[in-house]
């Protein structure tokens, strides 16, 4: 992500998650290079490498129950409950109390009960604890770690008022939101473009509360959108109105009902200019800027209307979009990923852009 000379974010390359910044730091990923300083499924040039193939991470064959990837830093969580990150610790995302790069996962510290959720934007990272507890660590420029300061942090912080309560939790490029037991949405860190949906441009350092929503079960923020899953399956979105799933788009500083989509909607995920959903049955839909073919849809015509993903009408148990990508889990574990292929992120060495879900390549266990 760069920033303008005036400090104002723009959109850039923290969603890319382009897997690695040089050739002798294959690491980023965790993965352990060869002999000849590469990766099954990878490869090095004088500037890049990358892996068109999944590769294992280092130290985490089994046991991983959550995974978040973005920028060039990654974050997992175990079944012990412990959370480790690895990769560009520029802002101290990584939590481990340094700044210092990793190539292999390091556990956040500071961190004592077990952590159930975690996720990472490329500058800030959080997590969840069994008891509730929202913790923020790294990059600070808008008061997206929610303490309220506009300090980074190399180790975990509490959240102001998030001390318990949290069941989810989602960080975009500088703002942050938490879905709250009573299935509240609160929101803090940077709102040019209203995607705190208090009603106001205004960033904030500390959460407030998103206004006009029924009872939430999840929620995804992004560069300059946000949207959220109520508990009886409907979609409510606000933010940039150029990304917005609405007949005429149009900013939005509060949330706004989508009706363009089924009313039984299981979950959301925003990326950078498109966003996807699943519904209760598995089928899976996406809208928004689509000149990669992150939207799955065979075209690379922009679409605020949410269309089925080709061949993902039904089985999807999971979606998660990115910069100018997606991919999803169907049933039995497969995965599927469409849109640009520049780096291997598809998992698939194929061409640039595909279009249309391509299955992963390499085994999955």
């Known amino acids: 992500m760069e920033e303008s000379s005036e400090g104002l974010p723009h959109r850039g390359c923290d969603h890319w998650h382009v897997p690695c910044a040089s050739a002798d730091q294959l690491r980023e990923l965790g993965v352990t290079p060869n002999s000849k300083g590469v990766h099954e499924g990878c490869s090095a040039t004088s500037n890049y490498s990358f892996c068109s193939a999944p590769a294992p991470v280092s130290g985490m064959a089994a ?5 978040s990837a973005a920028g060039d830093d990654s974050c997992a969580v175990t079944t012990l409950g412990q959370g480790y990150c690895w990769g560009d610790n520029l802002y101290g995302q990584l939590g481990d109390g340094t700044t210092d790069n990793r190539s292999l996962p390091q556990p956040i510290s500071g961190v004592t009960k077990k ?60 703002d942050s939101c938490a879905v709250t037991t009573s299935g509240a949405a609160d929101c803090w860190g940077y709102n040019g473009y209203g995607q705190l949906g208090d009603g106001t441009q205004t960033d904030r350092q500390a959460p407030v509360r998103a206004s006009g929503l029924p009872p939430l079960s999840s929620i995804s923020t992004a560069y300059a959108n946000t949207c959220a899953v109520t508990r009886a399956g409907a979609i409510y979105c606000w933010g940039e109105g150029a990304n917005l799933p609405t007949p005429t788009p149009r900013d939005s500083w509060t949330p706004l009902l989508i009706s363009s989509l089924p009313p039984n909607m299981a979950s959301i995920s925003v990326g950078q200019d498109h966003g996807c959903a699943t519904t209760t049955a598995g089928a899976a839909y996406c809208w928004g800027n689509n000149w990669s073919g992150a939207l ?6 922009d679409s605020t209307k949410p269309g089925l993903v080709v061949g993902l009408s039904q089985g999807v148990e999971a979606v998660t979009a990115g910069a100018a990508h997606t991919c999803a889990i169907a049933s039995l574990g497969t995965g599927f990923c469409w849109g640009m292929n520049v780096f291997g992120q598809l998992g698939k060495d194929s061409q640039r852009v595909v279009t249309t879900p391509a299955a992963v390549s390499g085994p999955l266990p």
């Open 115 to 174: 952590i159930i959720a975690i996720s990472t934007s490329g500058g800030h990272s959080c997590a969840v604890t069994i008891s509730g507890g929202a913790y923020f660590w790294g990059r600070n420029l808008f008061g997206e770690l929610g303490d309220g300061t506009t300090v980074d942090r190399v180790s975990p912080v509490p959240v102001l008022g998030l001390s318990v309560g949290v069941v989810a939790i989602t960080t975009g490029d500088y």
């Open 63 to 67: 046991g991983v129950v959550a995974v």
């Open 296 to 301: 799955g849809d065979g075209t690379v015509s």
